[in-house]
């Protein structure tokens, strides 16, 4: 079904769960991954006269973490999956944009820090945009903290239920 997976990555733990779900849905489909990174510029703010040259080192610590998070992906990847590495200077969303537009994936896997749509809009969720904009279906992956627990329908369930389950892990309830 998915012949080339794009998935982002920015060392984050939103990024790192995104891709163990491309890398699972690779293994399964028997698809190329794609794996993307920008190198983020230095905030618009420190770049004035005064910081001048602070911004040199700044922007060279930002590109080596940038490459750094996209090696540890890789070394991630099975060696049974085919993979592609992009690492990029242009900010992330023309990056994705270019890619999906490229006609290269059929499926863009990224993790998202599970902000509400009104600091979405302010803060710029990337995941946000991507879903908007994409013209593959898009798959938003949640750190497991953000995963919403189970609810029992009724009192009497929960009276009954000695465990509760949240996807990538089992909690057992106390006796």
């Not at 998915?2 to 489909?29: K, M, T, W, Y």
């Not at 990224?110 to 904009?133: E, P």
């Amino acid at each position: 079904m998915f012949r080339n997976i794009l998935v982002c990555v920015d060392g984050s733990a939103h990024a790192e769960r995104a891709l163990r779900e491309a890398i699972d849905l690779a293994e399964a489909e028997r698809s190329r991954l794609t794996i993307l990174t920008a190198i983020p510029r230095p905030p618009y703010w420190a770049c004035n006269p005064v910081t001048a040259a602070g911004i040199e080192p700044l922007a060279n610590d930002l590109a080596n973490e940038a490459e750094a998070a996209l090696e540890a992906a890789v070394d991630r990847v099975p060696a049974s999956i085919p993979v592609t590495k992009i690492l990029t200077r242009q900010p992330i969303r023309e990056a994705l944009m270019a890619r999906i537009r490229s006609g290269e994936h059929d499926l863009l896997v990224m993790g998202s820090r599970g902000r509400g749509a009104l600091s979405a809009s302010l803060l710029g969720s990337v995941s946000h945009y991507a879903l908007n904009h994409s013209r593959v279906p898009v798959l938003i992956i949640h750190t497991e903290d953000e995963a919403p627990v189970p609810q029992p329908s009724s009192e009497s369930e929960a009276a009954s239920a000695d465990t509760a389950t949240v996807p990538g892990e089992a909690l057992t309830a106390a006796s």
